[in-house]
């Protein structure tokens, strides 16, 4: 069958989940699309404690027998062969960033030498945002139509010496704006002034016409940088919009993937995004604090990082240790220091896992997932409010339900075995990962959800206990 989750869109389009029909009956219906999942095997190869439902994936993955299996690899090849593992492991170390970015690129529709994996979101937020607003600064701008290249003529409209501003939103993970704001700072650029920020108009999305809006309104905008997906309702950024817009103002368009890369497939060459940024520790499930990834468009290949260090230095003459500094010619340029190897090794595996799977097959999963959530949440939960786009173009993989008590409800939740997360002021992020969440799970959250609130369980749990997951 071309999509085996079509009977959930067609039993869910109702307005009512529960009717006399079978197929409308949530159990039913569950047990159903668990049998016809093409992907239900792979919640075995998932650690996933008994009596535990993980919707949890967009914070931490879960470790896979494959992403223990990469990490067991390398620890004996640390123990066996110590240093020459560099060199001489299969494969060796040395080219870990790039080997594990082409794994990578098929997933985010990049070519294998324009991902390379190092660093972390935040640090590589630093160095691409500072790269590009090198460029800028030096008078380059993106490609673009009449324009076949950087041409040192970047200026906004009737102010040749204007310094260039970043737009972002106001619902961005703050640690983009912490970052972004310190690059303007060090180039002597005032970021109360030049650090635009799209607002929200609901507090739960952006409205990608106030993006393009504020492209029209303010000439100075150099870099245009927005999530793929918002980390608190999950709404799905349409990035080829935003990147032609970006364009179209003479602006380059940068990405945050954290909450979609390994859950939404992207085509960043086809967009024709300057450069984004991700996480592997999220639904690539290669573990805390693993390794950080990122692109760069192949046609800015060769620029100086801002920040430079011997690992991005050009490969074949890396060790013969020149105080010169030679980019290498690719994405691995943006490499600082030496991989942690131990915090790369199991995204090995988790990848290879998510590419058997199919990142197509995952995403359909997924949606008929939150699908199967939201119709849930609608009819069994008056009390509670999807704050996720319903639209699927516009979702991203995970669902925030809202409600006044969402902390207390959250805690009373992981209590129970349901683990999610709360973000602050009144949202529950529920995110059934494709890869090992059956839909009986999703049936469960609800239930779950539904016994604390009839009983008023949560408000035995006390609120403001801080901790972030
Ligand atoms: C959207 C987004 N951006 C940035 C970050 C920061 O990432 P890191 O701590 O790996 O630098 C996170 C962390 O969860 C995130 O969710």
Request: with cysteine; hydrophobic share 40%.
């Amino acid at each position: 069958m071309d999509d085996p989750y079509a009977p959930a869109r067609d039993a869910l389009a109702g307005d009512e989940l529960a009717g006399d029909a079978a197929d409308a009956d949530p159990a039913v219906l569950a047990a159903r699309l668990d049998d016809a999942d093409p992907l239900s095997s792979f919640a075995d190869r998932y650690h996933v404690p008994d009596g535990t439902l993980y919707m949890d994936g967009n914070s931490l993955g879960p470790a896979s027998d494959a992403a223990l299996a990469s990490l067991d690899r390398v620890v004996d090849e640390w123990r066996e062969r110590l240093i020459s593992g560099w060199t001489d492991a299969d494969p060796p170390w040395f080219d870990a960033g790039e080997r594990l970015g082409e794994a990578l690129a098929p997933l985010v529709g990049a070519e294998p030498d324009e991902v390379v994996v190092g660093n972390s979101i935040t640090v590589n937020i630093h160095t691409l945002v500072g790269t590009f607003l090198d460029e800028l600064l030096a008078g380059n701008g993106p490609e673009r139509e009449g324009v076949a290249a950087a041409d040192g003529t970047w200026a906004p409209d009737g102010h040749p010496d204007a310094d260039p501003a970043v737009l972002v939103n106001d619902l961005d993970f703050p640690s983009d704006h912490y970052a972004i704001r310190a690059q303007l700072r060090q180039r002597g650029i005032d970021p109360d002034e030049k650090l635009r920020v799209v607002p929200s108009r609901d507090g739960r999305t952006i409205d990608p016409r106030d993006v393009e809006a504020a492209l029209e309104a303010h000439e100075d905008v150099g870099i245009v940088w927005m999530p793929t997906a918002l980390y608190r309702s999950g709404q799905l950024f349409d990035v080829e919009r935003i990147t032609e817009a970006a364009h179209e103002a003479g602006a380059y368009a940068g990405f945050d993937a954290a909450h979609s890369a390994g859950a939404v497939p992207h085509e960043f060459d086809e967009a024709g995004v300057d450069f984004a940024v991700w996480c592997t520790y999220k639904y690539l499930n290669a573990g805390p604090g693993s390794i950080g990834a990122l692109y760069v468009a192949e046609r800015h290949h060769g620029l100086a990082p801002a920040l430079a260090g011997w690992w991005g230095h050009e490969k074949a003459t890396q060790f013969e240790m020149n105080m010169t500094y030679t980019p290498a010619d690719s994405a691995g340029a943006w490499q600082i220091g030496t991989p942690p190897l131990l915090s790369a090794a199991p995204l090995e595996g988790s990848v290879e896992l998510l590419r058997e799977a199919g990142i197509e097959r995952l995403r359909k999963k997924s949606l008929a997932l939150t699908d199967l959530l939201i119709a849930l949440v609608d009819d069994r939960l008056p009390e509670v409010s999807v704050g996720t786009p319903r639209d699927r173009e516009a979702r991203g993989g995970h669902v925030a339900l809202e409600h006044p008590e969402a902390e207390r409800l959250s805690a009373a939740l992981n209590d129970r075995g349901v683990v999610v997360d709360f973000r602050p002021p009144n949202v529950v992020r529920v995110c059934p990962a494709a890869p090992y969440t059956a839909f009986a799970d999703v049936l469960e959250v609800v239930d779950g959800i539904e016994a604390i609130l009839d009983s008023d369980a949560h408000e035995a749990y006390a609120t403001n206990e801080g901790g972030v997951t």
